[in-house]
């Protein structure tokens, strides 16, 4: 069965960094481009991060790109978000994404606050 399973959201200070991670199952993971969504308030995800299969193309929303680092192994089947220099709008639930399969995770959440 295909499956994403997300971890690694925490309560973090502003200015502070995290990784999220997402362990892929079920499927050949080196095949997929994997992207990063997060949900506020609202019914709608926006788009983070996206990576390609062999991570030659990484993708960005503007307001994450200098702070934020997507990367993956898939020999470990894992796509990794790192956070840094964290503002309290980034404060979200964070969903792992396989486009192709319409594959959702079940969401992490980080909340950015003093």
């Known amino acids: 069965q295909e499956k994403l399973v997300e971890s690694g959201g925490n309560l973090v200070q502003p200015g502070g960094s995290l990784r999220l991670s997402c362990v892929a199952s079920?499927?050949?993971?080196?095949?997929?481009?994997v992207s990063w969504y997060r949900q506020t308030t609202g019914p709608e995800r926006r788009h983070v991060a996206t990576?390609?299969?062999?991570?030659?193309?990484?993708d960005y929303t503007e307001s994450v790109k200098g702070r934020f680092i997507i990367s993956r192994d898939n020999v470990r089947n894992t796509t990794w978000l790192q956070m840094n220099s964290l503002k309290p709008v980034d404060t979200a639930v964070y969903y792992c994404?396989?486009?192709?399969?319409?594959?959702w995770g079940q969401g992490t959440l980080v909340t950015v606050s003093s």
């Open positions: 994404y396989v486009s192709t399969l319409n594959l």
């Open positions: 079920g499927f050949t993971f080196s095949d997929y481009f």
């Open positions: 990576i390609s299969g062999s991570s030659l193309y990484t």
